[in-house]
C-alpha cells in the first residue's frame, strides 16, 4: 500500500505557534498532496508537491518532500484559532487514485 | 471557481434500504471518483470512473456498489442494501487528468443508516 501515514495524530498549540505535521509513505509517488477537512466538512486542497521538488510554499503553509526517506511535512506558520481542522496527506502513483493517511487533528487554541 | 456540488449533503435511510448518492462533476472533467470517511477515520478510495466505465475500485466496492453516469452532468453512487457499517461521509471528486492531478472534492453527503 502506499498509503500516507501522519504524525502526529492530534497536535494542539496556541495561536501564534506554528505546526508541524509528518507523512511517511511507502511506494514510489507522482506528488503528494495535503488537504484540510474541517469537522464533519469537505475535503479542501492545501498544496501539491511534485516528486522531484523539494519545498514549496503557499502563503503561511510550507510543505518539503524528502524522497529518500519517504516523508512530507506541513508547516503552518503563526497559526490562528481558524487553522482548527484536520490535516491530510495524500499519495499519487502512476495512474492510481490519491490514497489518504489518517489525518493529524489540529487546535489551535486563542 | 467551478465546484463539485453533492447532494444531498445528509440522508438517514433504514437498514437494508437502497440509496443513491448524486454528484456533478466540473463540467470539463474526465474522470470522476468516490470515496468514504466514516466517523474519525481517513478517507478511503472506493471507485474511479472514466470513459463511462469503472477503471479502478477497491475491495470496499462489492457488488453492493454501484455508480453511473445517468446523463452528461451526474455521476451517481448506489448502494443497493444498506447496512449499519455502511453510515460514513461520502465524498465525490473529478479531475481533468489522471495521475492525481487537480482533484476537485465535493463537500460530502452524510449517510447515516438506522
Known amino acids: 500500500s502506499q498509503q500516507g501515514e501522519e504524525d502526529p495524530q492530534a497536535l494542539s498549540i496556541q495561536e501564534g505557534e506554528n505546526a508541524t505535521m509528518n507523512c511517511s509513505y511507502k511506494t514510489s509517488i507522482n506528488n503528494l498532496q495535503w488537504y484540510r477537512q474541517n469537522s464533519g466538512r469537505g475535503l479542501v486542497h492545501l498544496i501539491l508537491i511534485r516528486s522531484n521538488e523539494r519545498e514549496k510554499h503557499s502563503g503561511r503553509l510550507r510543505v518539503t518532500l524528502d524522497t529518500s526517506k519517504k516523508s512530507s511535512s506541513l508547516l503552518i506558520t503563526a497559526s490562528r484559532a481558524a487553522d482548527t481542522a484536520s490535516y491530510f496527506c495524500a499519495t499519487a502513483w502512476g495512474n492510481t487514485p490519491l490514497v489518504f493517511g489518517k489525518g493529524t487533528r489540529l487546535s489551535v487554541i486563542a | 471557481e467551478p465546484e463539485v456540488t453533492q447532494t444531498p449533503s445528509h440522508q438517514v435511510t433504514q437498514m437494508g434500504q437502497e440509496v443513491i448518492l448524486r454528484c456533478v462533476p466540473i463540467s470539463n472533467h474526465l474522470y470522476f471518483y468516490w470515496y468514504r470517511q466514516i466517523l474519525g477515520q481517513k478517507v478511503e478510495f472506493l471507485v474511479s470512473f472514466y470513459n463511462n466505465e469503472i477503471s479502478e475500485k477497491s475491495e470496499i466496492f462489492d457488488d453492493q456498489f454501484s455508480v453511473e453516469r445517468p446523463d452528461g452532468s451526474n455521476f451517481t453512487l448506489k448502494i443497493r442494501s444498506t447496512k449499519l457499517e455502511d453510515s460514513a461521509m461520502y465524498f465525490c471528486?473529478?479531475?481533468?487528468?489522471?495521475?492525481?492531478?487537480?482533484?476537485?472534492f465535493g463537500s460530502g453527503t452524510r449517510l447515516t443508516v438506522v
Open positions: 471528486a473529478s479531475s481533468e487528468l489522471k495521475g492525481g492531478y487537480g482533484y476537485t
